[in-house]
C-alpha cells in the first residue's frame, strides 16, 4: 500500500528565516506530486504541482519554490519566509495506484511565521 | 482556467435530515469532480469522484453526488445526515483534456450537524 509522509508537522520560524518542508512517498513509482497552502482553516491554493523529476510547475508567484530531487521526494523551500507565509501546508500525490488523479494527502505541517 | 464555486461558507442540518453541499465548477472540456472532506487539523479525504458515465456517483460514509453537465454542478448529498458527518468539505476540478494532473480546490462548506 502506499504511504505519504510530511514533515515537520509544526515548525514556529521568525521573519526571513529560511524553510524546508519535505515529503515523501512510499509504495508506488512516478507520482504526480503536489503543495498546497490552506490558509485560515479553509480554501486550498494549489502552489506546485511535478508530474515527474525536474518537472515542476509553479501556479502563485510567490516567496516560495519547489524541488523534486528525487521520483518520490517533493521538497517546499524558502529563503527568507514573510508573515504572509504562516499557514497549512499540504502535500499530495496522484498516479495510477490513486485511480483517476484522486490525491492523498499527507498530515500537513503548520507553519507560524512570528 | 479551472475554478470552482462552493456559494455557502457553512451549512446547517439537523440529524437525521438530508443534507446538500452545493458545487459549481468551471473547466475547459470534460471535468474530473471530485468531493474531499476534512477533520480539524488534518489533511484531506477522498469522498467520491466523477469521471465519465452515471451522472449519479456514490461514494464513502453515505455521500453522493450528481453530475449536471448543463448547469456545471456536482452537489454533494446525504440522505440522512450524522452528527460525526460535521466537517470542512471541498469541491474540486481538474480537466481531462490536460491530463487532469492540475486539481483546483473550491472554498470549502463547513457542515454542522445538530444533534
Known amino acids: 500500500s502506499q504511504t505519504i509522509h510530511q514533515w515537520p508537522a509544526t515548525l514556529v520560524q521568525p521573519v526571513g528565516s529560511p524553510l524546508s518542508l519535505e515529503c515523501t512517498v512510499e509504495?508506488?513509482?512516478?507520482?504526480?506530486l503536489y503543495w498546497y497552502r490552506q490558509a485560515a482553516g479553509r480554501g486550498l491554493q494549489l502552489l506546485f504541482y511535478?508530474?515527474?523529476?525536474?518537472?515542476i510547475s509553479s501556479e502563485v508567484p510567490q516567496n516560495l519554490s519547489a524541488s523534486r530531487p528525487q521520483d518520490r521526494q517533493f521538497i517546499l523551500s524558502s529563503k527568507k519566509l514573510l508573515l504572509s507565509d504562516s499557514g497549512f501546508y499540504l502535500c499530495?500525490?496522484?498516479?495510477?495506484?490513486?485511480?483517476?488523479?484522486?490525491?492523498?494527502f499527507g498530515a500537513g505541517s503548520r507553519l507560524t511565521v512570528l | 482556467a479551472q475554478s470552482v464555486a462552493q456559494p455557502e461558507d457553512q451549512v446547517n442540518v439537523a440529524e437525521g435530515n438530508p443534507l446538500t453541499v452545493k458545487c459549481t465548477y468551471s473547466?475547459?472540456?470534460?471535468?474530473?469532480l471530485f468531493w474531499y472532506v476534512q477533520y480539524p487539523n488534518r489533511g484531506l479525504q477522498f469522498l467520491l469522484k466523477?469521471?465519465?458515465?452515471?451522472?449519479l456517483v456514490k461514494g464513502s460514509y453515505g455521500f453522493e453526488a450528481e453530475f449536471n453537465k448543463s448547469q456545471t454542478s456536482f452537489h454533494l448529498k446525504k440522505p440522512s445526515a450524522l452528527v460525526s458527518d460535521s466537517a470542512l468539505y471541498f469541491c474540486?476540478?481538474?480537466?481531462?483534456?490536460?491530463?487532469?494532473?492540475?486539481?483546483?480546490f473550491g472554498a470549502g462548506t463547513r457542515l454542522f450537524v445538530k444533534a
Open positions: 473547466v475547459s472540456g470534460n471535468p474530473y
Open positions: 466523477y469521471i465519465t458515465g452515471d451522472n
Open positions: 509504495g508506488t513509482s512516478n507520482p504526480n
Open positions: 499530495a500525490w496522484s498516479g495510477l495506484d490513486s485511480g483517476a488523479n484522486v490525491l492523498t
Open positions: 474540486a476540478v481538474s480537466a481531462a483534456n490536460t491530463g487532469g494532473f492540475k486539481t483546483i
Open positions: 511535478s508530474i515527474g523529476i525536474d518537472q
